[in-house]
Structure formats: C-alpha cells, structure tokens
C-alpha cells in the first residue's frame, strides 16, 4: 500500500472547489495535479479587461470570509495576506416598477431608518425575520455546512427529529416570507436572495431564509482590485503548497477498473493526449457531465441522477460606458412586476421571461479602478431556463432579450443607456456551457427544490467508485464561492480520511 505522502491526486479543473480540495490535500501531504482545459484559473470565476475597462465575468458578491480561512492560513499566513476586503454597504439597492427605491443596508440603524417610511410595524416584521433567518442559519450551519452532509438519510442521523423542528422545511421560501413580512417590498427583496443559487422562491424549501443572515451578520465584501483577484490568490496558494497545476489540458476520460478509478486521459492546448494515473481523482467538473461525458455512466445511474435538474442560466450583458449613472449602487435589483409570475415563468415554464428581474452590478462605486475616469463598468444578469432541448432557444432569441433587458433599465432611470456604450461583451447559455462544462449552461450547479431533492445536491464521493469525488456548485452545499470553496475542503478531509483507513 502507498503511502499517503507518495499518494497521487488529480484535480479535474481550476475552480475555487477544485483549487480548495487541492491545496488542503497538498498540505496534507499527498501529490496533487490540477488539470484545467482552459488558459486561468477560477473557472467560472473569471476576468475580462478590455479599452481600460476591468469586467469580473462570474461572481459580483463575496459573502463568508471565514469559509476561505483555512484554504490561506498555515505557515504564519492569513486570508488577509493575500487579497484585501471592503465592506460593500448598501449592500443591495432595489428598484421597483413603481419608483420605489430600498436601499438594503447592514448597517441596522441605517437600515431601520430606511423602513421608518413605511411604518414601525413593518421595521419590527423586519427585525423578526432576520432573527427567523439567523436561526435558520444556525441550524443548517451547524450540521449541513460544516459536517458536509450529503443526504436526507445523514441530515436525519445528524440532527434528529426533535431538534430538525426548528427548521422550516414544511413551507416554500416564499410562502414563509409571506407569512412574515407585509411590506411587497420587502418580499420581492426577501425572496430574491435566492438568486445566490439560481433557483426560485416559490420551489425552494423555507429554511433557504437563512441566506439573508449571511449577508447580515457576516458583511458584503468586495475583493480589493476585482474579483479575480481572489482567483489569483488561490493560484498563488496552490504553488506555495506544491501543487503541479496544468493548463490548457482538457480531461476527456476517467478510466476505471473493478470499482476505482485509476487515473485520467486529457489533452492538451497543442492536440497530444497523455495519461495521469491517480489513486484519487475530484472532479471540479459539474457531476452530470462528467458522469456522461467522461464516464459514460450507464443509463441506471443517469436515471438515478434526475433528481439533480440544473439551476438557472443567464445571459449576462458587460457594459463599459462613457458616462456614469450615479443612482446605481454597487449592487442593484430591477425587479418584475409580477415576481412571481417571472419565477413561475422561467422555472415552471422554462420560458425566457418577459419582464425580467435584473442583477446589475456597478463595481466602480467600491473601486474606480475597474473604469477610465469619467466612464462606468456595468454587468446585467437576468435569470433564464437552462438549455433544454424539447424547448430549444436561438442565440437570436437571447439577444432579443437582452434589448429587453435595456430597454427596462433605460425605463427605470438608466436614460439612454444604448447612447453610451462603448465597450460591450456578450455571453449566452451556450458560451457558459462550452467555457465550463456546465450542465445545460447552468451557473449555478443543481437547482434547490424541495420536491424534487429537498435542496440537496449530488453527493461528493461517487456511487460507482470508491475514490471518485465531486466538487463545486453541483455537490453539497451548493452554489456560490463560500459553499464551493467548503466543497472542497470537505472532499480533502474525506480523502485523508479514506486514505488513512486504506494505509491501516
């Protein structure tokens, strides 16, 4: 038996879950390769600069900075060493069809002033809803999060009938929030948290409340510099513990043997192939694809996998303009008029909506560096069905939305937008897909419904074979860079485990 400081791990792209998995492996001793097919790091985590203009491509929002700690602490280092944080408050900035604009503040007396307006009542419904999220939270926390269970069978085990009485997992999102909360304001804003996993309010079960306490009591940060900056921390990371990082190698096949997987075949930039042998392989690739396009799973285990439907997609719009729009907050929600009819649309339906509820992200508000003097850097993100081919979509069909998308922000208050573009960067559901391998052009892994998995999503160590593992968005916890950077630690820990007990 090889030992475990001699034992080989290959990583199957450079996302934040595989580079987390990665690094924590290195540290503990084993010989990691990370094999990404394309030529960065950060998989959907991403950067474009063009004409002065500095456009984050993935992720807007870091949330939980202490996820990330362990991935950068050791050897006297800190988080903090390598990327610097800014608070981002307001954190959200919401406008209604009406006029009507919310700033969502974490500051609590700025926040309870911005409620006074619509009355002591709905300030007291707010603050009993943050304490209903914050226990939520701590539930899900202590169990789901930070022991990395991965089942409805292990959630039981965990907490037990008794105790799971406390989460709401009876009710929908919005049907809690409904109970809740008077203020139709508050409800669209409330119930919108659930952009973080590119699902719907009215589908994804209660205790998903507890989103809205990750941004309360632990910040809306910005990485000093863009994004990116974070996905250059890991690469920095993965050298300083001796990980051999490959890019421009795409994996196009596990092979296995009698119930293990023994290494990987990809090919490089340059066209030649080569083999990786592996006693553990983690695939940072979404575990539907990868199952179909570098297993060939049989159709038993596809069938088995359903329940894990994809998350929503987007067309996401990169704007550098001449002018600056100073109504926009760092973070900014356009909302439907209709909510829910725009939730029941796209994730019922799998239509393109009609009226969307966009995301914009105005970054140059926190760091005027991502823009020339005088000029403004903005993203647009509506959430759209995944690709879906009983209901195919042209490339045609998502540019007819995005003009549907500008002329909304020009409606509500972004007054001749098209006039001042300059720079402008385009992608669809089909350069998500073909970029990152993602199921359908999914952004955010597995949808969460509580019907069809109880916002569970695919386990992180195979059925099949028994030193196979799955990090990122489409595993347990989830979407988002706090829940994929945790995937991954979870799956070092599991392989460290696993590796002593074989070594025994």
Excluded at 17 to 26: D, E, K, Q, V
Excluded at 37 to 51: S, W, Y
Excluded at 481 to 500: D, F, N, Y
């Amino acid at each position: 038996m090889r030992s475990v400081e001699k034992r080989r791990v290959v990583v199957i792209g450079a996302g934040l879950g595989g580079m987390s998995a990665a690094i924590m492996l290195a540290r503990s001793g084993f010989q990691v390769t990370v094999l990404e097919k394309n030529a960065n790091v950060g998989g959907k985590l991403n950067v474009l600069e063009t004409e002065g203009f500095r456009f984050d491509l993935g992720p807007s929002i870091f949330t939980l900075p202490q996820i990330f700690r362990p991935v950068f602490e050791g050897d006297g280092k800190r988080l903090e060493d390598y990327v610097t944080l800014e608070r981002v408050d307001p954190q959200w900035r919401n406008f209604f069809e009406d006029g009507t604009v919310v700033d969502l503040w974490e500051d609590k007396e700025k926040m309870r002033a911005e409620l006074e307006r619509f009355g002591s009542r709905d300030v007291k419904q707010y603050e009993e809803f943050l304490a209903y999220s914050r226990r939520q939270y701590e539930i899900v926390e202590r169990g789901y999060l930070r022991e990395g269970l991965d089942t409805f069978g292990q959630f039981v085990r965990f907490y037990g009938w008794t105790e799971a009485r406390d989460l709401d997992y009876m009710h929908s999102m919005a049907g809690s929030i409904r109970r809740r909360l008077r203020n139709r304001y508050l409800r669209d804003i409330f119930e919108y948290f659930i952009k973080y996993v590119g699902s719907s309010a009215l589908e994804s079960p209660a205790f998903m409340n507890l989103m809205p306490n990750i941004q309360m009591e632990f910040g809306l940060w910005y990485v000093s510099g863009g994004l990116y900056e974070l996905a250059k921390a890991f690469r920095r990371r993965l050298d300083e513990c001796g990980v051999r990082l490959m890019l421009g190698q795409e994996v196009v096949r596990i092979d296995h043997d009698r119930g293990s997987v023994t290494g990987v075949q990809a090919r490089g930039s340059d066209g030649a192939t080569g083999f990786f042998e592996a006693d553990y392989v983690v695939s940072n690739m979404e575990v539907i694809p990868a199952m179909q396009k570098l297993l060939g799973a049989p159709k038993a285990e596809m069938k088995k996998l359903r329940r894990f439907k994809p998350s929503c997609s987007g067309i996401v719009v990169h704007l550098g303009l001449d002018r600056v729009y100073p109504q926009l907050a760092h973070h900014n929600f356009f909302y439907s008029k209709d909510l829910h009819g725009h939730f029941r649309r796209v994730f019922r339906e799998g239509r393109l909506p009609d009226d969307p509820t966009l995301y914009v992200v105005a970054p140059t508000r926190t760091d005027p560096s991502q823009a020339p003097a005088g000029c403004d850097n903005i993203k647009i993100l509506p959430h759209i069905p995944a690709l879906d081919e009983q209901r195919p979509t042209t490339r045609e069909d998502y540019g007819a939305l995005k003009e549907i998308c500008l002329d909304k922000l020009e409606r509500m208050g972004l007054t001749d937008l098209r006039r001042h573009i300059v720079v402008e960067d385009f992608w669809t559901p089909f350069d998500i897909e073909a970029r990152y391998g993602s199921n359908r052009g999914s952004i955010y892994g597995v949808v969460c419904d509580r019907r069809s998995n109880f916002a569970f999503k695919a386990p992180k160590q195979s059925t099949l074979f028994r030193n196979l593992y799955f990090v990122g968005g489409s595993t347990n916890p989830g979407a988002g860079m706090p829940m994929v950077t945790l995937s991954g630690q979870h799956v070092a820990r599991m392989i460290a485990e696993q590796s002593a007990k074989e070594a025994q």
